[in-house]
């Protein structure tokens, strides 16, 4: 989606140290919004995109117009079912429905051999994966760490819209997914005791509203009753009017 | 979906003789059935299709199995929205999400550059040529015309279950259709005037119960309020426990 930062730039450079060609897509997406104004408000610093994308060695640059991926009212959709279903899927109805309908469209288009996503988004990550699984969709994709401020905060394109005070607390959401992350390490297998502590953590600062904190199996992206494996720990928060999510993947340090 | 009869023959043959190499996939898809023990009385004569393959000059025929197609539960659809919503959409519900679904699999497992689908499944071809162009698949939809005996009737892998007596009163559908059409080329505007007049024919049918006739726009597929255009007369009917659809594109002589 553009409004380029550290966490696109490790995966271009990844997809660039792994192949003959790379390229980009900046596609703003409008299926995949929700709040009004959400969308009208995404940045989009097309100028200093293509710049940072000709500094990691991208070959092409493909940033349609909203006509040229939606020339006709869109009637297909792709759904991706249970996958979609929680977290994100549950506090933004419609969202994964948008984006597996455009990355698909994209990967039609581009008919990339591999494509890049990052591990911040990982329930998106979650629904392409089974989307190209469940669709034979013949394009490899790859999984790229969460890049991170020295603080712990997950770069977003959205952290750029917190004003200084609220820049300041936001890393409290971090703080709070590594405190679940050592506990489920140190062997709590209660989701319910992880989740009571993380949320005593983010209620801690008041100028943070937790939307949800959820701890879920992957890549099935279903909630579980016991931690007994790999876990995603993931959370949206509300920091004044920006909205910022993170995740971690936790395991019991016993069970490695 | 196999059970290949002169109707395929003819879709072959127009691959051949406008490709370098031709495909055939025989698939008896499961999630496109709906009423319980269709999916198991579907035929699959195999040996005889590789036959017929084989005399039309098909170069490769993909046959997998269910399991090939289904590895793990499909958690992922294509929804073609309002093109599947009336006629075969309203009868069988799900019908066209499990059509558009498995055909865009086959499209990416095959890559074909064009793909041949009959007239014979007007909405059918209409929810994939809308599928093809929302998605951006990379593959030219190509039409062919319904083959018919010479009474009229479409051919169906479904015919073989006919009777002799049933067989005898099939070509009736295609009669009431043909009515219709020669209505409209006559000058009828109003939908109902056309569609009771064909009712009327198919009532003289006691072995004959009809599940649809509708008069709908192509390539929209929604039921027109006034017959202004090219149109599609389209019914689905029962005649005993085999179920037979057919339809024919119309328009006034004066409009041509």
């Not at 820049?167 to 703080?175: E, G, H, K, S, T």
């Not at 953590?201 to 790999?230: F, K, S, T, W």
Request: hydrophobic share 45%.
């Amino acid at each position: 989606m553009g409004a380029l930062h550290a966490g696109h730039g490790a995966l271009i450079d990844q997809a660039r140290a792994q192949s003959a060609s790379v390229v980009l897509s900046i596609f703003v997406n409008p299926i995949q919004f929700n709040q009004g104004g959400d969308f009208e408000r995404y940045p989009r610093p097309l100028a200093a995109d293509l710049a940072f994308a000709e500094a990691h060695g991208v070959d092409a640059v493909f940033a349609p117009s909203v006509e040229e991926i939606y020339p006709q009212p869109q009637v297909t959709f792709v759904d991706v079912g249970r996958v979609a279903e929680h977290m994100e899927g549950q506090f933004r109805p419609g969202h994964f429905r948008g984006v597996a309908t455009v990355v698909l469209k994209l990967f039609q288009i581009v008919q990339p051999d591999r494509a890049y996503f990052g591990e911040k988004d990982a329930q998106q990550l979650a629904v392409i994966r089974r989307m190209v699984s469940d669709l034979n969709v013949a394009v490899e994709i790859v999984a790229v760490p969460t890049v991170r401020e020295p603080d712990g905060l997950a770069l977003s394109s959205r952290n750029r819209h917190l004003s200084a005070e609220e820049r300041a607390v936001a890393p409290r959401l971090y703080q709070a997914l590594a405190a679940a992350a050592r506990s489920i390490a140190a062997g709590e297998t209660d989701p319910q005791a992880v989740k009571r502590a993380a949320h005593a953590l983010l209620a801690e600062e008041p100028r943070m509203r937790v939307e949800y904190l959820e701890i879920a199996d992957d890549p099935e992206m279903q909630p579980v009753a016991r931690i007994a494996g790999p876990v995603r720990v993931a959370a949206a928060v509300w920091v004044g009017g920006t909205r910022l999510i993170d995740n971690l993947l936790c395991q019991a340090t016993l069970h490695k």
